[in-house]
């Protein structure tokens, strides 16, 4: 994603992610490659990524590559299909509408269902790495939960409110084949993508196929 009261889940406790963030991104990014960002039109953008199935070195490297990659891109949160790679993981470096700082990761997301007295809307800005230079408002709840699991296989589960949920639900999107873009208007599309071909990223990128 581009810059810009609750009972406890069951399968997995809220994950701590406000601590040492300084610290943990930067291990991750030190250890890790940038490799270029996906754009729409890349098909892998636009189908389900498969599960997580081995939480081993191999997946720690992705996620090294993906915090590296999310810095030198200046974002907020990334997936792994929008560096090219087939499986449902993202990170996340966001801030809150509070200002404070989330930084993780989540292997086989799932956005929880809220009830509807936590439904209020937040119609903002969002942006995405994989359409460079384009924003467009968007309605999404102001409040999110996602289930899933981390590095090594444990369940864990991530709350956030205002911008950081407005991340959480924007990245577990991507897992399962959806753009930001995907959930507009016909015409608001339509200009979105007009606002991408007229811009120039600050990031290198894959060519949509």
């Known amino acids: 994603m581009a810059q810009q009261e609750t009972d406890r889940p069951a399968g997995g406790e809220f994950v701590v992610d406000t601590e040492n963030c300084e610290e943990r ?27 997580v199935t081995e939480f081993d070195d191999k997946l720690a490297a992705l996620i ?3 915090f590296a990659s999310q810095r030198a891109a200046e974002g907020v949160g990334l997936a792994a299909n929008q560096i090219g790679v087939d499986l449902k993981v993202f990170v996340y470096d ?6 404070v700082r989330h930084v993780g990761v989540v292997c086989n997301p799932v956005l929880e269902e809220l009830p509807a007295g936590r439904r209020v809307l937040d119609d ?12 467009a408002e968007l309605a999404r709840p102001d409040y999110a939960v996602v289930r899933g699991q981390d590095a090594e296989g444990k369940p864990i589960a991530v709350e956030g409110t205002g911008y950081f949920a407005r991340c959480l639900q924007h990245e ?3 897992l399962y ?4 873009i995907d959930r507009l208007s016909k015409r ?15 990031y290198e990128t894959v060519p949509s196929d």
Do not use: K
């Open 25 to 51: 991104e930067r291990a991750h990014r030190e250890r890790g490659t940038v490799r270029p960002i996906t754009v729409v039109g890349n098909p892998v953008l636009h189908r389900e990524c498969r599960d």
């Open 188 to 202: 608001e599309r339509r200009r979105a993508l007009r606002m991408m071909e007229e811009g120039t990223p600050r």
């Open 94 to 99: 966001c801030m809150d509408d509070e200002g």
């Open 124 to 135: 903002n800005n969002e942006g995405c790495l994989s359409v460079p230079t384009a924003y």
């Open 172 to 174: 577990t999107d991507h």
């Open 64 to 66: 090294d590559d993906m």
């Open 177 to 180: 084949g959806y753009l930001y």
